[in-house]
């Protein structure tokens, strides 16, 4: 081991690490660019120079090396030489296997590469690398190509490593078996062989102690480093690898259009909902008119027999009224004809009294007399009867036959009468009985709500609280750490008269839980677990940024006051955020506003959608959950409950009437059926009584036996008078008897003559209730001589309203076929055909039915399962990228400060590395965008999505926009490597600051190329010696020219400090900065080039004493001058 070298061993602190470094011995060529046929270059441990003249072959040679150490994803030839140029690769693989030296004009004009091997040829590259303990590494590749190809694909290649010495020569057995791969298993059976370069590659990297493929990766960004420029430049170029955001942000553009057009499909689908619920509306009011129409129709038809049967109806009561007094005068007549015959009888005996006097007589008229008094007790006690029953009804007791037959009648019918009654009765009490279990329900609620306000002093519903009641119990967290939004929230004093309508537009909102992110995964898992009974909506309070978004002077969110505390920001934000609607004065300000609302609560969500909910009064303040407190509200309740506790009590007091009037009612129909079973023959007493007195008065008068004849005749024409009066009295009641039976008769000829036809016509209950009900609305009294006047009145009505539901008809079916046409010139695929006629609603409605059941949550569902996809992975993975490449950056800085640590800068000190971050507006405003696209990803809410699918699209159309403004600022979102600024701070051995190199601003040229190839070394040696070894294992670092523009200080610097990590550096120079250079190697060569096409090489002796080359006569003259 040479002194130099155990120089740098012993400053890492181990005298034995240099033993173990790979250094390289050799290299060979066949057939290599411009190298024809073999060369070797035996290259010594110390390092190397290749010397010569630009384009004589310096950077082929170079190029050699790097096809075998680097992935052919990142290898570039001769990069050195294009520095400056903006032009693209100038070298390829095939170029060098057939010694590419000139390009030419061909015959028609285009540029035409010239070539040493045109033909079939192949060629051989490889490395051979030695430790200090006589292990021997050896890297090699051969590559061919058939015919006259000049294209890359058709290069082929196999990758080699052996463990062994080795000469290109050995591979000769390959051209000569036609290129049969196969022959490496019999003609070089110790090699490692592949295709392929990753296993090639892994195999090296094994060998040679290369850690990781980045490695490789700096290795040849080295080679080709030429001004290293300053700190920022170096680390990130050659310390930092492109960030894999730009593959993310790539896939995001590439995944979006999936998205994009289920964007479209949800749109179109609400659109077309939009479009077809009108006419679903419509025609629902259409067939609610039609509906009525047909219930006239049904009604019209039922006229005529309404009519006829109404008749019958009239009639049959008529004869019902013309019987029971045909019964009453029959029975006054033969009371009459009673009375003459008790007349004629008188009249018989005086006759025979006249004619002698008799003993029988006496005896007779005493019998007479005691039958009689058995029929009046008789009829007493029927009377009687009779009478409690009238005077329990409240009727008059009838004094004559007529009147009783009258009264008997109208006791009849309420027996008929009487299941129907109590039908009805029954009916009644059941619907006051249902009417108070409602109200005593609705005063159990008010109740409940009642004694939660009291509780405390929000005014959400009871049932809500009781769902957070139970929650923040079974967490053990404070009720008041889980708000709901109306707590948090209340409309100012002086606007008032816009609650109502506020309360609308944020009702749903207010009773939204609000959880922190604190509470957040204990929270959602208990409601996961448990059955709440309720519906419960929650919000997760995430961190946010304030948009700084301005708000009109009429905002919603300006006429409310938000409480204080640690919602406060956070509830703001939220609101201004999703309703931010304009509180519109007038119907033409509702319509400009882009959302907006009135004091009647229409409500305006989008350009499209609007809603006005009038189920309950917009001033329903029974609905008013926002609030700071309840007391408004507790006394509208306890109000409401007292105005329950009156109604209830008047409910019970109708249902105590009805019982007890049903009652009553019942003691009625007893006493009306007590009537119903008698006649008047049996409780006349009083004609009983004028027969007993009778009786008794002839049996006095036949005791007194004065048998006067003068007395006997004028008793004999005074009877015969008597007898005469009262047989025409019997014969007048008999005529008016006649009289109304011929009544009777006549109206039942008028009942038997009905058209049989339309009585036998079953009218329907809905025909008989409508007929009866509009019956019931004309003022006038139905007789039986007007039936015909009135039911023409009530069929010209319902045939005027029928003309009016007909005109309405017509304009519900134009407003449907309206709607239809819109929705087949607008979707004309999706309608299929479709005539946007009346006829074809069942087909448009179907439609609807598949978008509201299936089509729109399908569409809705793959939409947010794409935007959950594309923003909460692709995004999220953008974002976490963005994390993890700014960490990665700090993580390589922290490892290269350790190498720094071992290499002193200037005597006595050391750098270390600061990263900052550059606070750039645009990532700034970039990051807030992902974060905003993120917000609410858990969240089913349409607008939400809405919100996050524009920021998505956003951000999308930026990173695939080719204009240059935003090419530009793609690649300073995306590129982490930007974000970040490095700033190199020189320490002493006690850790004090002794000097600051912020990307080499305010310093000499010298001092930024010195710190870049400072950071440079120590990032070669953190790759290649990572931490766990005091040298690296591999130690060979190629330059391409890279001093070829520094001057002698600078170059020396550099090489000392590369010589200080241990390396074995191995450099392509011209000859101007041989001088600096000869220290830090120990040989080199000289490369020149005849023709322009044929590269060869001379090699130069070195001189370990004087640490020089030794330059001579066969060095060509041109090249001595600029040596000496």
């Known amino acids: 081991m040479n002194s130099e070298m155990s120089a740098t061993a012993d400053l890492f602190g181990d005298a034995g690490a240099e033993a173990s470094q790979f250094r390289l011995a050799r290299i060979q060529t066949f057939n290599w660019g411009t190298f024809d046929k073999l060369f070797t270059f035996d290259i010594s441990e110390k390092g190397y120079l290749f010397v010569g003249p630009s384009g004589s072959g310096k950077s082929t040679i170079l190029d050699a090396h790097a096809a075998l150490m680097t992935p052919p994803k990142w290898v570039d030839f001769n990069v050195a030489a294009r520095e400056a140029e903006r032009h693209g690769r100038d070298r390829n693989i095939i170029t060098y296997i057939r010694g590419a030296w000139s390009q030419q004009t061909g015959d028609s004009g285009e540029y035409v590469s010239q070539y040493l091997r045109p033909d079939t040829t192949w060629s051989a590259i490889s490395e051979t690398y030695r430790d200090g303990r006589d292990r021997v590494v050896v890297l090699a590749q051969v590559l061919w190509v058939r015919g006259k190809s000049t294209a890359t694909r058709d290069a082929r290649k196999l990758y080699v490593v052996l463990q062994r010495e080795f000469d290109v020569r050995e591979l000769e057995f390959f051209p000569a078996s036609d290129f049969d791969t196969r022959r490496f298993k019999f003609d070089l059976p110790d090699a490692f062989v592949r295709d392929e370069f990753s296993a090639y590659q892994e195999r090296f990297r094994y060998l040679l102690g290369i850690e990781n493929e980045r490695a490789l990766r700096l290795l040849h960004k080295t080679q080709s480093a030429k001004n290293l420029g300053d700190l920022n430049t170096f680390l990130r170029d050659f310390m930092l690898d492109a960030p894999e955001t730009f593959e993310l942000a790539d896939r995001l553009v590439s995944q979006f259009q999936e998205l994009n057009e289920a964007h479209r499909a949800v749109v179109d689908a609400r659109r077309q909902i939009e479009t077809l619920q009108p006419a679903k509306d419509e025609a629902e009011r259409l067939e609610a008119a039609r509906l009525a129409k047909n219930e006239l129709d049904e009604l019209s038809a039922g006229i005529d027999p309404y009519r006829e049967q109404k008749r019958k109806s009239l009639l049959e009561e008529a004869i019902r009224l013309a019987e029971a007094e045909i019964v009453g005068q029959a029975a006054e007549a033969a009371r009459l004809g009673e009375l003459a015959g008790r007349e004629f009888e008188k009249l018989r005996d005086l006759q025979d009294k006249r004619a002698g006097a008799g003993g029988n007589l006496i005896e007779q008229l005493t019998r007479d007399i005691s039958t009689a008094e058995g029929q009046r007790r008789e009829r007493l006690a029927k009377r009687e009867k009779a009478q409690t029953a009238c005077a329990a009804m409240g009727w008059a007791y009838p004094e004559d036959a007529t009147s009783f037959a009258g009264l008997v009648a109208e006791a009849r019918q309420q027996v008929h009468g009487a299941p129907a009654w109590r039908e009805q009765h029954g009916e009644e009490q059941y619907a006051l009985r249902q009417a108070r279990d409602r109200k005593e329900n609705d005063f159990k609620e008010l109740r409940r709500e009642i004694e939660a306000m009291e509780r405390q002093r929000s005014n959400i519903p009871a049932r809500m609280l009781d769902v957070r009641e139970r929650l923040a119990r079974a967490l053990n967290i404070p009720e008041e750490r889980l708000p709901f939004a109306g707590e948090l929230i209340e409309v100012k004093a002086e606007e008032a008269d816009w609650q109502g309508a506020i309360e609308r537009v944020l009702g749903g909102f207010a009773r ?98 609007h809603e006005k909910n009038d189920r309950r009064p917009v001033g329903d303040k029974s609905q008013w959950v926002l609030g700071f407190d309840n007391a408004r509200k507790l006394k509208l309740y306890q109000e409401q409950a007292l105005a329950l506790v009156g109604e209830i009590e008047e409910i019970k007091k109708a249902l105590t009437a009805l019982v007890d009037a049903g009652r009553l009612n019942e003691e009625r129909l007893m006493h009306c059926q007590t009537l119903a079973n008698l006649t008047w023959a049996e409780v006349d007493v009083g004609s009983v009584l004028e027969r007993i007195s009778d009786l008794q008065s002839r049996l006095e008068t036949e005791r007194e036996a004065h048998p006067d004849l003068a007395v006997l005749d004028a008793q004999v024409v005074e009877q015969d008078r008597l007898y005469k009066h009262a047989v025409n009295a019997a014969n007048e009641t008999e005529g008016g008897l006649r009289a109304k039976e011929s009544v009777l008769a006549s109206l039942e000829k008028r009942l038997s003559g009905l058209q049989e036809a339309l009585l036998s016509v079953a009218l329907t209950p809905f025909q008989l209730t409508g007929l009866d009900e509009r019956l019931a609305q004309i003022p006038i009294p139905m007789e039986l001589e007007r039936v015909d006047e009135i039911v023409g009145r009530l069929e010209r009505g319902i045939g005027a309203e029928r003309t009016g539901l007909l005109t309405r008809i017509g304009e519900h079916e134009k407003k449907v076929e309206r709607c239809f046409q819109t929705f087949v010139t607008t979707w004309p695929a999706e309608a299929g055909g479709l005539d946007p006629s009346i006829e074809s609603a069942p087909d448009f409605f179907s439609k609807l039915a598949r978008l509201i059941g299936d089509g729109l949550p399908e569409y809705e569902e793959r939409f947010l399962r794409l935007l959950h996809e594309q923003s909460d992975q692709n995004l999220t993975r953008l974002s976490a990228q963005l994390d993890q490449e700014r960490k990665a950056i700090r993580d390589r800085m922290d490892l290269v400060n350790e190498s720094l640590k071992t290499a002193p800068y200037n005597p006595g000190t050391h750098l270390v590395i600061e990263t900052t971050d550059r606070m750039l507006d645009d990532v700034r405003q970039f990051k807030q965008s992902l974060k905003e696209s993120l917000s609410h990803s858990f969240s089913a809410d349409p607008l939400m999505a809405e919100r996050r699918f524009e920021v998505l699209n956003a951000l999308v159309k930026r990173f695939s926009s080719q204009e240059t403004v935003d090419r530009n600022w793609r690649g300073l979102v995306l590129d982490v490597r930007l974000h970040v600024e490095f700033v190199a701070r020189e320490l002493d051995a006690s850790g004090l600051e002794v000097e600051v190199y912020q990307s080499g601003a305010g310093k000499s040229g010298g001092q930024r190329q010195k710190l870049a190839a400072t ?25 391409d020219e890279a001093f070829d523009k520094a001057d002698a200080e600078f170059t020396s610097m550099a090489m000392n400090i590369f010589k200080t990590f241990g390396f074995q550096m191995i450099v392509a120079t011209p000859m101007k900065s041989v001088m600096t250079l000869e220290p830090f190697i120990g040989g080199a060569c000289f490369v020149h080039i005849k023709d322009r096409k044929h590269s060869a090489v001379v090699l130069i002796d070195y001189d370990e004493g004087a640490q020089r080359l030794k330059l001579n006569s066969d060095t060509p003259d041109d090249e001595e001058a600029a040596v000496t």
């Open 512 to 609: 939204s839980l609000l959880v922190s992110d604190k509470h957040y995964s204990a929270v959602s898992a208990y409601i996961n677990d448990t059955h709440l009974g309720e519906r419960l909506v929650y919000l997760r309070m995430t961190e946010f940024l304030p948009a700084g978004r301005s708000l009109s002077s009429n905002s919603l969110v300006k006429k409310l006051n938000f409480a204080a505390g640690p919602y406060r920001d956070w509830l703001l934000e939220e609101v201004k955020t999703h309703f931010d609607y304009e509180c519109a004065d007038s119907v033409q300000a509702f319509r400009s506003a882009p959302r907006a609302l009135t004091r009647e609560g229409q409500v305006k969500h989008s350009t499209t959608r």
């Open 1015 to 1039: 950071c440079l070394a120590a990032a070669l040696r953190y790759q290649l010696g990572g931490q766990d070894r005091a040298l690296p294992m591999f130690s060979t670092v190629v330059l």
